[in-house]
Protein backbone atom coordinates (compact mmCIF):
# COMPACT_ATOMS: atom_id res chain seq x y z
CA UNK A 1 0.00 0.00 0.00
CA UNK A 2 1.56 3.23 -1.24
CA UNK A 3 1.97 5.74 1.85
CA UNK A 4 0.97 9.45 1.84
CA UNK A 5 3.01 11.82 3.25
CA UNK A 6 1.52 12.46 6.78
CA UNK A 7 -0.12 9.63 7.52
CA UNK A 8 0.93 6.98 9.72
CA UNK A 9 0.74 3.63 7.75
CA UNK A 10 -1.27 2.26 10.60
CA UNK A 11 -3.90 4.72 9.58
CA UNK A 12 -3.99 3.58 6.25
CA UNK A 13 -4.22 0.49 7.00
CA UNK A 14 -7.83 1.60 8.53
CA UNK A 15 -8.59 4.30 5.86
CA UNK A 16 -7.45 3.54 2.71
CA UNK A 17 -8.65 6.87 1.00
CA UNK A 18 -7.11 9.27 4.14
CA UNK A 19 -6.90 11.99 1.46
CA UNK A 20 -10.72 11.72 0.93
CA UNK A 21 -11.78 11.65 5.12
CA UNK A 22 -9.44 14.76 5.42
CA UNK A 23 -10.20 16.98 2.56
CA UNK A 24 -7.08 17.13 0.75
CA UNK A 25 -8.83 16.93 -2.67
CA UNK A 26 -9.55 20.65 -2.37
CA UNK A 27 -6.78 21.74 -0.76
CA UNK A 28 -6.08 23.88 -3.84
CA UNK A 29 -9.71 25.43 -4.18
CA UNK A 30 -9.88 28.95 -2.63
CA UNK A 31 -12.34 31.52 -2.18
CA UNK A 32 -9.93 34.62 -3.43
CA UNK A 33 -11.38 36.28 -6.33
CA UNK A 34 -12.85 35.03 -9.64
CA UNK A 35 -11.19 32.23 -11.90
CA UNK A 36 -12.06 33.01 -15.62
CA UNK A 37 -12.07 30.70 -18.18
CA UNK A 38 -13.36 32.02 -21.51
CA UNK A 39 -14.44 30.09 -24.71
CA UNK A 40 -15.64 31.39 -28.21
CA UNK A 41 -18.50 29.31 -29.40
CA UNK A 42 -18.79 29.17 -32.99
CA UNK A 43 -22.69 28.20 -32.47
CA UNK A 44 -25.00 28.60 -29.89
CA UNK A 45 -25.28 26.20 -26.59
CA UNK A 46 -29.18 25.57 -27.58
CA UNK A 47 -30.75 25.81 -30.62
CA UNK A 48 -33.79 24.23 -30.84
CA UNK A 49 -34.91 23.32 -27.55
CA UNK A 50 -38.50 21.57 -28.83
CA UNK A 51 -36.14 19.01 -31.09
CA UNK A 52 -38.03 15.24 -30.14
CA UNK A 53 -36.54 12.05 -30.64
CA UNK A 54 -37.05 11.05 -34.79
CA UNK A 55 -35.98 8.06 -33.76
CA UNK A 56 -37.20 5.76 -31.37
CA UNK A 57 -33.70 4.01 -31.88
CA UNK A 58 -31.40 7.29 -31.19
CA UNK A 59 -30.67 6.60 -27.71
CA UNK A 60 -29.19 3.01 -28.71
CA UNK A 61 -26.54 4.74 -31.01
CA UNK A 62 -22.96 5.34 -29.03
CA UNK A 63 -20.58 7.91 -30.40
CA UNK A 64 -17.43 6.09 -28.53
CA UNK A 65 -14.83 8.76 -30.13
CA UNK A 66 -12.34 9.71 -27.34
CA UNK A 67 -14.26 7.76 -24.92
CA UNK A 68 -11.88 5.76 -22.70
CA UNK A 69 -12.76 2.78 -20.31
CA UNK A 70 -11.38 2.13 -17.10
CA UNK A 71 -12.22 -0.45 -14.12
CA UNK A 72 -11.27 1.00 -10.77
CA UNK A 73 -10.51 -1.02 -7.94
CA UNK A 74 -12.75 0.32 -5.23
CA UNK A 75 -12.84 -1.25 -1.52
CA UNK A 76 -16.25 -2.88 -2.72
CA UNK A 77 -14.95 -5.02 -5.96
CA UNK A 78 -14.50 -3.17 -9.40
CA UNK A 79 -16.31 -0.11 -11.32
CA UNK A 80 -16.63 -0.16 -15.03
CA UNK A 81 -16.37 3.85 -15.84
CA UNK A 82 -15.94 5.26 -19.24
CA UNK A 83 -14.46 8.83 -19.40
CA UNK A 84 -13.68 11.88 -22.28
CA UNK A 85 -11.57 14.75 -21.60
CA UNK A 86 -9.69 15.69 -18.61
CA UNK A 87 -9.79 17.60 -15.53
CA UNK A 88 -9.78 21.25 -16.76
CA UNK A 89 -8.10 23.43 -13.95
CA UNK A 90 -11.17 24.08 -11.04
CA UNK A 91 -13.86 22.58 -13.23
CA UNK A 92 -15.73 20.20 -11.62
CA UNK A 93 -15.94 17.22 -13.65
CA UNK A 94 -19.73 15.99 -14.68
CA UNK A 95 -20.37 12.36 -13.38
CA UNK A 96 -23.26 10.00 -14.38
CA UNK A 97 -24.58 6.99 -12.37
CA UNK A 98 -27.57 4.77 -13.93
CA UNK A 99 -30.62 3.80 -13.33
CA UNK A 100 -31.31 -0.21 -12.26
CA UNK A 101 -31.82 -1.98 -15.33
CA UNK A 102 -29.93 0.26 -17.43
CA UNK A 103 -26.36 1.49 -18.24
CA UNK A 104 -24.54 4.43 -18.88
CA UNK A 105 -25.42 3.69 -22.38
CA UNK A 106 -28.97 3.18 -22.75
CA UNK A 107 -29.50 5.86 -19.86
CA UNK A 108 -27.62 8.54 -21.33
CA UNK A 109 -26.85 8.28 -24.94
CA UNK A 110 -29.60 10.02 -26.23
CA UNK A 111 -28.90 13.26 -23.79
CA UNK A 112 -24.81 13.41 -24.01
CA UNK A 113 -25.03 12.92 -27.65
CA UNK A 114 -27.53 15.63 -28.32
CA UNK A 115 -25.51 18.34 -30.17
CA UNK A 116 -26.78 21.03 -27.94
CA UNK A 117 -25.22 19.06 -25.08
CA UNK A 118 -22.46 18.39 -26.38
CA UNK A 119 -21.84 22.18 -26.87
CA UNK A 120 -22.12 22.48 -23.05
CA UNK A 121 -20.46 19.01 -21.98
CA UNK A 122 -17.12 19.74 -24.14
CA UNK A 123 -16.05 22.43 -21.78
CA UNK A 124 -15.95 19.68 -18.91
CA UNK A 125 -14.47 16.18 -18.15
CA UNK A 126 -17.43 13.65 -18.64
CA UNK A 127 -17.19 10.64 -16.36
CA UNK A 128 -19.81 7.71 -16.77
CA UNK A 129 -20.31 5.60 -13.79
CA UNK A 130 -21.78 1.64 -14.59
CA UNK A 131 -22.69 -0.01 -11.50
CA UNK A 132 -21.01 -3.07 -10.81
CA UNK A 133 -21.35 -6.18 -13.28
CA UNK A 134 -23.80 -3.83 -15.66
CA UNK A 135 -22.14 -2.82 -18.35
CA UNK A 136 -22.26 -3.91 -21.79
CA UNK A 137 -20.25 -7.45 -21.89
CA UNK A 138 -19.75 -7.44 -18.10
CA UNK A 139 -19.03 -11.37 -16.75
CA UNK A 140 -21.48 -13.09 -14.55
CA UNK A 141 -20.67 -12.91 -11.00
CA UNK A 142 -20.08 -16.33 -9.41
CA UNK A 143 -23.47 -17.46 -7.34
CA UNK A 144 -23.42 -16.42 -3.72
CA UNK A 145 -21.37 -12.96 -4.96
CA UNK A 146 -22.79 -10.76 -2.51
CA UNK A 147 -24.06 -7.36 -4.12
CA UNK A 148 -23.15 -3.72 -2.72
CA UNK A 149 -25.77 -2.12 -0.54
CA UNK A 150 -26.92 1.29 -1.96
CA UNK A 151 -24.79 2.40 0.66
CA UNK A 152 -21.66 0.74 -0.29
CA UNK A 153 -22.36 1.59 -3.61
CA UNK A 154 -22.00 5.48 -2.82
CA UNK A 155 -18.98 4.76 -0.80
CA UNK A 156 -17.44 3.40 -4.14
CA UNK A 157 -17.48 6.46 -5.75
CA UNK A 158 -14.85 8.60 -3.98
CA UNK A 159 -12.39 5.95 -5.86
CA UNK A 160 -13.09 6.92 -8.94
CA UNK A 161 -12.83 10.54 -8.11
CA UNK A 162 -9.62 9.67 -6.78
CA UNK A 163 -8.23 7.54 -9.49
CA UNK A 164 -8.61 10.60 -12.20
CA UNK A 165 -7.75 13.31 -9.62
CA UNK A 166 -10.92 15.18 -9.87
CA UNK A 167 -11.51 17.99 -7.24
CA UNK A 168 -15.10 17.91 -7.44
CA UNK A 169 -18.34 16.40 -9.63
CA UNK A 170 -21.53 17.81 -10.83
CA UNK A 171 -23.56 14.54 -10.55
CA UNK A 172 -26.27 13.28 -12.91
CA UNK A 173 -28.69 10.53 -11.46
CA UNK A 174 -31.53 8.58 -12.61
CA UNK A 175 -33.71 6.29 -10.15
CA UNK A 176 -31.13 4.43 -8.83
CA UNK A 177 -28.15 6.20 -9.38
CA UNK A 178 -29.86 9.19 -8.03
CA UNK A 179 -30.20 8.08 -4.96
CA UNK A 180 -26.68 6.70 -5.12
CA UNK A 181 -25.29 9.78 -5.61
CA UNK A 182 -27.60 11.52 -3.20
CA UNK A 183 -26.04 9.21 -0.63
CA UNK A 184 -22.72 9.92 -1.54
CA UNK A 185 -22.90 14.02 -1.00
CA UNK A 186 -24.22 13.21 1.98
CA UNK A 187 -20.89 11.38 2.85
CA UNK A 188 -18.78 13.35 0.76
CA UNK A 189 -20.41 16.76 0.51
CA UNK A 190 -17.24 19.26 -0.11
CA UNK A 191 -16.59 16.70 -3.39
CA UNK A 192 -20.08 17.69 -4.59
CA UNK A 193 -20.36 20.92 -6.86
CA UNK A 194 -24.03 20.11 -7.53
CA UNK A 195 -26.70 17.21 -8.20
CA UNK A 196 -29.07 17.16 -11.15
CA UNK A 197 -31.26 14.14 -9.27
CA UNK A 198 -33.68 12.26 -11.83
CA UNK A 199 -36.75 10.26 -10.88
CA UNK A 200 -35.22 10.23 -6.90
CA UNK A 201 -37.19 8.07 -4.49
CA UNK A 202 -35.99 9.01 -0.86
CA UNK A 203 -37.78 6.52 0.98
CA UNK A 204 -36.82 2.29 1.37
CA UNK A 205 -39.46 0.05 0.30
CA UNK A 206 -42.41 -0.95 3.38
CA UNK A 207 -43.68 -4.26 3.90
CA UNK A 208 -46.05 -3.64 1.36
CA UNK A 209 -44.12 -2.54 -1.54
CA UNK A 210 -41.81 -5.33 -0.92
CA UNK A 211 -44.43 -7.78 -0.92
CA UNK A 212 -45.56 -6.72 -4.15
CA UNK A 213 -41.91 -6.86 -5.34
CA UNK A 214 -41.85 -10.70 -4.67
CA UNK A 215 -45.53 -11.21 -6.19
CA UNK A 216 -44.34 -8.63 -9.50
CA UNK A 217 -40.77 -11.63 -9.82
CA UNK A 218 -43.01 -14.23 -9.69
CA UNK A 219 -45.41 -13.57 -12.39
CA UNK A 220 -43.54 -11.06 -14.60
CA UNK A 221 -40.45 -12.05 -16.24
CA UNK A 222 -37.40 -9.52 -14.91
CA UNK A 223 -37.09 -7.27 -18.24
CA UNK A 224 -40.92 -6.98 -17.54
CA UNK A 225 -40.67 -6.07 -13.52
CA UNK A 226 -37.90 -3.51 -14.41
CA UNK A 227 -40.10 -1.63 -17.11
CA UNK A 228 -42.70 -0.66 -14.86
CA UNK A 229 -40.28 0.77 -12.86
CA UNK A 230 -39.03 2.87 -15.68
CA UNK A 231 -41.98 3.81 -17.17
CA UNK A 232 -46.04 4.47 -16.33
CA UNK A 233 -48.54 2.13 -17.21
CA UNK A 234 -49.55 4.82 -19.45
CA UNK A 235 -46.40 4.58 -21.22
CA UNK A 236 -46.47 0.56 -21.47
CA UNK A 237 -49.73 0.78 -22.89
CA UNK A 238 -49.48 3.48 -25.44
CA UNK A 239 -45.47 3.77 -26.26
CA UNK A 240 -44.83 0.33 -27.54
CA UNK A 241 -42.28 0.93 -29.78
CA UNK A 242 -39.64 3.02 -27.08
CA UNK A 243 -40.84 0.12 -24.85
CA UNK A 244 -40.41 -2.13 -27.05
CA UNK A 245 -37.12 -1.31 -27.42
CA UNK A 246 -35.85 -0.65 -24.11
CA UNK A 247 -37.29 -4.74 -23.65
CA UNK A 248 -34.81 -6.13 -26.04
CA UNK A 249 -31.92 -4.01 -24.74
CA UNK A 250 -32.42 -4.69 -21.03
CA UNK A 251 -32.82 -8.45 -22.22
CA UNK A 252 -29.67 -8.51 -24.37
CA UNK A 253 -27.22 -6.11 -23.31
CA UNK A 254 -27.90 -6.41 -18.96
CA UNK A 255 -26.53 -10.09 -17.79
CA UNK A 256 -29.87 -10.86 -16.07
CA UNK A 257 -28.05 -12.74 -12.99
CA UNK A 258 -25.90 -9.44 -12.18
CA UNK A 259 -29.15 -6.74 -13.29
CA UNK A 260 -31.29 -9.43 -10.48
CA UNK A 261 -28.93 -8.67 -8.07
CA UNK A 262 -28.63 -4.88 -8.08
CA UNK A 263 -32.38 -5.04 -8.64
CA UNK A 264 -32.97 -6.76 -5.32
CA UNK A 265 -30.57 -4.57 -3.65
CA UNK A 266 -32.42 -1.41 -4.48
CA UNK A 267 -35.39 -2.91 -3.48
CA UNK A 268 -33.64 -3.17 -0.09
CA UNK A 269 -32.49 0.18 0.64
CA UNK A 270 -33.08 2.28 3.45
CA UNK A 271 -34.87 5.67 3.77
CA UNK A 272 -32.54 8.41 2.88
CA UNK A 273 -31.95 10.24 6.27
CA UNK A 274 -32.34 14.04 4.58
CA UNK A 275 -35.14 16.34 6.32
CA UNK A 276 -35.40 19.96 5.46
CA UNK A 277 -33.45 22.44 7.83
CA UNK A 278 -35.70 23.59 10.92
CA UNK A 279 -37.62 20.65 10.66
CA UNK A 280 -36.19 18.85 12.72
CA UNK A 281 -32.93 19.10 15.45
CA UNK A 282 -29.30 18.83 13.68
CA UNK A 283 -31.50 18.06 10.43
CA UNK A 284 -29.02 16.49 7.00
CA UNK A 285 -30.17 17.37 4.01
CA UNK A 286 -27.87 18.20 0.60
CA UNK A 287 -25.77 20.85 1.03
CA UNK A 288 -25.21 21.42 -2.54
CA UNK A 289 -27.20 23.06 -5.25
CA UNK A 290 -30.14 20.71 -6.16
CA UNK A 291 -31.82 20.22 -9.56
CA UNK A 292 -34.87 17.49 -9.50
CA UNK A 293 -36.55 16.55 -12.41
CA UNK A 294 -39.67 14.41 -13.13
CA UNK A 295 -41.80 13.65 -16.07
CA UNK A 296 -45.68 14.87 -15.44
CA UNK A 297 -46.03 10.86 -16.07
CA UNK A 298 -43.75 9.49 -14.54
CA UNK A 299 -43.87 6.25 -11.96
CA UNK A 300 -41.61 8.23 -9.73
CA UNK A 301 -43.35 11.47 -9.27
CA UNK A 302 -44.89 10.87 -5.86
CA UNK A 303 -41.19 10.29 -4.58
CA UNK A 304 -39.70 13.35 -6.16
CA UNK A 305 -42.13 15.34 -4.90
CA UNK A 306 -41.37 14.00 -1.34
CA UNK A 307 -37.85 14.71 -1.92
CA UNK A 308 -38.03 17.78 -2.56
CA UNK A 309 -40.56 18.45 0.63
CA UNK A 310 -37.35 17.23 2.49
CA UNK A 311 -34.39 19.54 0.32
CA UNK A 312 -33.61 23.39 1.65
CA UNK A 313 -35.62 25.22 -0.55
CA UNK A 314 -33.11 27.99 -1.17
CA UNK A 315 -30.86 25.94 -3.61
CA UNK A 316 -33.40 23.61 -4.61
CA UNK A 317 -34.72 23.56 -8.36
CA UNK A 318 -37.85 20.92 -9.33
CA UNK A 319 -38.79 20.37 -12.83
CA UNK A 320 -41.55 18.95 -13.66
CA UNK A 321 -41.42 18.03 -17.77
CA UNK A 322 -44.39 17.70 -19.34
CA UNK A 323 -45.76 15.35 -21.92
CA UNK A 324 -42.79 13.65 -20.67
CA UNK A 325 -42.40 10.39 -19.02
CA UNK A 326 -40.43 7.52 -16.65
CA UNK A 327 -37.38 8.89 -19.06
CA UNK A 328 -37.18 12.40 -19.54
CA UNK A 329 -33.50 12.44 -20.81
CA UNK A 330 -34.53 9.56 -23.51
CA UNK A 331 -37.90 11.32 -24.74
CA UNK A 332 -37.14 15.36 -23.84
CA UNK A 333 -33.02 15.85 -24.28
CA UNK A 334 -33.78 19.07 -26.19
CA UNK A 335 -35.96 20.60 -22.85
CA UNK A 336 -33.51 18.65 -20.13
CA UNK A 337 -30.10 19.62 -21.77
CA UNK A 338 -31.99 23.69 -21.59
CA UNK A 339 -32.64 23.00 -17.56
CA UNK A 340 -29.16 21.68 -17.49
CA UNK A 341 -27.62 25.18 -19.02
CA UNK A 342 -29.97 27.17 -16.25
CA UNK A 343 -28.38 24.71 -13.75
CA UNK A 344 -24.76 25.60 -14.25
CA UNK A 345 -25.76 29.05 -14.87
CA UNK A 346 -27.00 29.31 -11.52
CA UNK A 347 -23.87 28.07 -10.09
CA UNK A 348 -22.03 30.49 -11.80
CA UNK A 349 -20.58 28.27 -14.57
CA UNK A 350 -21.77 30.62 -17.49
CA UNK A 351 -21.48 33.84 -16.33
CA UNK A 352 -23.14 35.71 -19.92
CA UNK A 353 -25.06 34.22 -22.60
CA UNK A 354 -28.44 35.62 -24.13
CA UNK A 355 -31.07 33.21 -25.84
CA UNK A 356 -31.37 33.87 -29.62
CA UNK A 357 -34.92 33.77 -29.73
CA UNK A 358 -34.95 36.84 -26.90
CA UNK A 359 -32.40 38.56 -28.80
CA UNK A 360 -33.79 38.21 -32.19
CA UNK A 361 -29.75 38.18 -33.26
CA UNK A 362 -26.85 35.84 -32.85
CA UNK A 363 -25.60 34.24 -29.33
CA UNK A 364 -22.47 36.28 -28.34
CA UNK A 365 -19.28 34.15 -26.70
CA UNK A 366 -19.81 32.60 -24.11
CA UNK A 367 -17.69 33.39 -20.65
CA UNK A 368 -17.28 30.38 -18.50
CA UNK A 369 -16.27 31.89 -15.23
CA UNK A 370 -16.04 29.98 -12.01
CA UNK A 371 -17.10 31.83 -8.93
CA UNK A 372 -14.29 29.91 -5.67
CA UNK A 373 -17.16 27.63 -4.97
CA UNK A 374 -19.35 30.51 -3.97
CA UNK A 375 -22.56 29.33 -3.44
CA UNK A 376 -24.46 32.51 -3.49
CA UNK A 377 -24.27 33.35 -7.25
CA UNK A 378 -27.85 31.95 -9.14
CA UNK A 379 -29.60 33.34 -12.28
CA UNK A 380 -32.62 35.44 -11.90
CA UNK A 381 -35.26 33.65 -12.67
CA UNK A 382 -38.52 34.99 -13.96
CA UNK A 383 -41.30 32.67 -13.60
CA UNK A 384 -45.29 32.77 -14.25
CA UNK A 385 -47.47 31.36 -11.94
CA UNK A 386 -51.49 30.44 -12.94
CA UNK A 387 -53.52 29.83 -10.18
CA UNK A 388 -51.79 27.31 -7.67
CA UNK A 389 -49.76 25.60 -11.08
CA UNK A 390 -46.98 26.76 -12.38
CA UNK A 391 -46.57 27.12 -16.02
CA UNK A 392 -43.63 26.79 -18.33
CA UNK A 393 -41.04 30.28 -17.81
CA UNK A 394 -38.55 31.68 -20.00
CA UNK A 395 -34.95 32.88 -18.20
CA UNK A 396 -32.92 35.91 -19.43
CA UNK A 397 -29.74 36.02 -17.88
CA UNK A 398 -26.97 39.06 -17.49
CA UNK A 399 -23.96 39.60 -16.15
CA UNK A 400 -26.25 41.32 -13.44
CA UNK A 401 -28.03 38.18 -12.38
CA UNK A 402 -24.41 37.26 -10.74
CA UNK A 403 -24.78 37.97 -6.95
CA UNK A 404 -28.32 37.62 -6.73
CA UNK A 405 -29.32 34.90 -3.89
CA UNK A 406 -30.33 31.55 -5.40
CA UNK A 407 -33.88 30.65 -4.31
CA UNK A 408 -36.75 27.51 -5.48
CA UNK A 409 -38.42 27.64 -8.36
CA UNK A 410 -40.92 24.69 -9.30
CA UNK A 411 -41.01 24.98 -13.28
CA UNK A 412 -43.01 22.97 -15.61
CA UNK A 413 -41.49 22.87 -19.06
Same mark, same amino acid.
Not at 275 to 289: E, F, I, S, W, Y
Given at each position: MPLVPGVPPSEMSKNPFPLLKRGLLLQEVTMAGLHELRFTEEKPLLRGQDTELENSDAFLSAVDTDWKEHDIETPYGLLHVVIRGSPKGNRPAILTYHDVGLNHKLCFNAFFNFEDMQEITKHFVVCHVDAPGQQVGASQFPQGYQFPSMEQLAAMVPSVIQHFGFKYVIGIGVGAGAYVLAKFALIFPDLVEG????? %?????????????????????????? +????????????????? +????????????????????? $?????????? %???????? $??????????????????????? +??? $??????????????????? !??? +?????? !????????????????????????????????????????????????????????????????????? %?????????
Open positions: LVLMN %IDPNGKGWIDWAATKLSGLTSTLPDT +VLSHLFSQEELVNNTEL +VQSYRQQISSTVNQFNLQLFW $NMYNSRRDLD %INRPGTVP $NAKTLRCPVMLVVGDNAPAEDGV +VEC $NSKLDPTNTTFLKMADSGG !LPQ +VTQPGK !LTEAFKYFLQGMGYIAYLKDRRLSGGAVPSASMTRLARSRTASLTSASSVDGSRPRACTHSESSEALGQ %INHTMEVSC
